[in-house]
């Protein structure tokens, strides 16, 4: 019951966020990363498979896993968390404010369950 005082979040919402916030720099800040993730382009995005105008062209591109490893890796995860993102929080240059409107995203999540159980 410590959830509702407390404005923190569970440790698996604290991974989910850094994950975020790492799509975040990399698409919005990318002079903040090591050069590492940019130079390898450690995300590809839909636009950049197909030339066709769908829904989905702004999403991070899913390549298929045929191991487990591949999908606990930070590539995938981050890439399924950030394509599962409403289009507005995706455009959020700041990243402050991008960390503060996931932060609420999740407590509201976890003070639903709270308050269903």
Same mark, same amino acid.
């Given at each position: 019951?410590? $959830?509702?005082?407390? &404005?923190?979040? %569970?440790?698996?919402?604290?991974?989910?966020?850094? #994950?975020?916030?790492?799509? @975040? +720099?990399?698409?919005?800040?990318?002079?903040?990363?090591?050069?590492?993730?940019?130079?390898?382009?450690?995300?590809?995005?839909?636009?950049?498979?197909?030339?066709?105008?769908? $829904?989905?062209?702004? &999403?991070?591109? %899913?390549?298929?896993?045929?191991?487990?490893?591949? #999908?606990?890796?930070?590539? @995938? +995860?981050?890439?399924?968390?950030?394509?599962?993102?409403?289009?507005?929080?995706?455009?959020?240059?700041?990243?402050?404010?991008?960390?503060?409107?996931?932060?609420?995203?999740?407590?509201?999540?976890?003070?639903?369950?709270?308050?269903?159980?």
């Amino acid at each position: 019951m410590w $959830r509702p005082y407390y &404005n923190t979040l %569970l440790i698996t919402d604290v991974y989910k966020q850094q #994950l975020l916030l790492f799509v @975040h +720099k990399f698409i919005h800040h990318p002079e903040l990363l090591p050069e590492i993730f940019i130079n390898n382009k450690f995300f590809t995005f839909n636009d950049k498979i197909h030339k066709y105008n769908t $829904r989905i062209k702004s &999403n991070i591109h %899913l390549y298929q896993s045929t191991t487990s490893a591949g #999908l606990r890796s930070v590539s @995938h +995860k981050a890439a399924v968390l950030w394509n599962e993102l409403p289009l507005i929080l995706k455009r959020m240059t700041s990243s402050t404010a991008f960390k503060c409107n996931i932060k609420n995203i999740f407590c509201h999540f976890i003070e639903t369950i709270y308050v269903i159980v």
